[in-house]
């Protein structure tokens, strides 16, 4: 079982390394800045939890098979594109969502073994979701994709929420585990099939 | 006395959460991207000197009174500007000033505790006043204000130094705080009626 | 020797600390925004290293020197171009490589000590070496020169190799150490005299 979300987590880690190097091919990046952005989106949103929660040593220190799956799938991004060009912005969407499941269940687990109150529980659960490809934007150059376009923090909200939930009913940990993590999914898939998006706040310059 | 600074350091976090969320109003962000920039805004000065200094856990970690106030004046001011428009600039700014007293001189006793030189309390104090706003800045694609308008981080410094100055004459600590709490509030009203502000440095680009 | 390093270290902050304050003449900032980004400049890097990790105290949080450097170099600066206008470029980036190899290196040792895996100690030496500059550029609102310019995080890479290498050689310590830098030095003196860079990744918006 710790195997299997072990597994999770890397794929976690690849899906949101290309991301990362996708957006550094946007910005005319040199192959170690798609590197450096590819790292960061995919390990900086647990990272920013560790170091706030201050639960070191965080993962990647100790363990270099992160970085190596983070570099692989940033090398491989750069691959395909040259070799045949068009990435299916679909898959990418969904293996995207998966990815933000299991990060942010792991996350909501992380920060419930330092006893902390449920409100920062699944505060980290998101940090640990979204984090790193706010970081990838910030460092871009661009305002923060997650804060204006279809419903995605929200998604960890919920899934962190069912996940603290369902601890309290004395199943199994993978079951708590697994439907916290198709509420992320589900809730991020039906954003995206049916452009589901929050209200937004418009406030012009000088209001 | 510790109530009373309190109940002080949960207004400055109120206001710090406003000015969050009507930047975030700027940029047209969705209600999440709202909520998020408001508590980066409020917590993430505090944050950074605590991660900075080892001061574990850091305060909005075990007591979630933060993130509530934080929050409730995030949705707060979305309503307010939806209902009533026009926000008082002014009240805003007396208010900002007052939060930044209660953060900067906060921030200075928190690293003092941990036994650092003053030069190093004197910049605790003014990340825990400014860097959540500078945080703010940058998330939302803007060069922060406080390095280009008027006199903002020096009257943190100014109350800071204060402060670790006063602690050796061995008056009681409420004066202490007091009197540092008026300097920074009393040099940024200063700075906001008379418009006062630092000279700056210009360079061409190639220069 | 340790005496040795320690005045190199400082001359590294310094370096970093000018290319931060010309950064913020560029943008117009204020004399106390350039004082914070020459710091952020110079100590942005270690720091980042030591909160990952988690390495407290951080080391300018007891030893004001770094502070005090870098803040004279950034007045200085302001000095010089204000009284001598141009700054001697070359000369700047020469030093700028000299200020790379020293945290590059010392990055990679405080890594070590931390038992770390070598690919980690080598993230930790181009973090110390580069991310401070990072910052400075994401502050001004730029996208980070070092990942579109000629070659620069990838001496580091080069410099952090070599001194993880060498170490197994049972040399004595300040061999490894200098010929490291040396490394570091010499690949970024060649990238800057022939203009050497690596490959873009180029993808266009909607792609």
Not at 21 to 44: E, Q
Not at 139 to 163: D, M
């Amino acid at each position: 079982m710790a195997q299997l979300f072990y597994l999770a987590d890397l794929f976690g880690v690849a899906v949101f390394a290309i991301t990362g190097a996708l957006m550094a091919g946007r910005k005319s990046m040199d192959l170690f800045g798609v590197l450096v952005i590819a790292i960061i989106t995919a390990l900086g949103g647990g990272t920013l939890r560790d170091v706030i929660l201050g639960n070191h040593p965080v993962s990647w220190i100790r363990d270099d098979t992160y970085i190596l799956v983070a570099s692989l799938a940033a090398v491989g991004t750069v691959l395909w594109v040259r070799l045949t060009r068009p990435i299916n912005e679909t898959g990418l969407l969904v293996a995207d969502a998966f990815g933000l499941a299991v990060f942010t269940v792991y996350g909501t687990e992380v920060a419930l073994q330092h006893q902390v109150p449920f409100s920062t529980a699944i505060i980290m659960g998101v940090i640990t979701g979204v984090a790193g490809g706010v970081m990838r934007d910030v460092i871009c150059n661009e305002i923060p994709l997650i804060f204006q376009k279809e419903i995605y923090a929200i998604a960890c909200v919920a899934g962190s929420l069912v996940f603290i939930g369902m601890l309290h009913l004395g199943l199994p940990r993978w079951l708590d585990t697994g439907v916290a993590m198709l509420v992320v999914l589900g809730t991020r898939l039906a954003a995206i099939r049916w452009g589901l998006s929050l209200p937004r706040f418009h406030l012009l310059d000088r209001d």
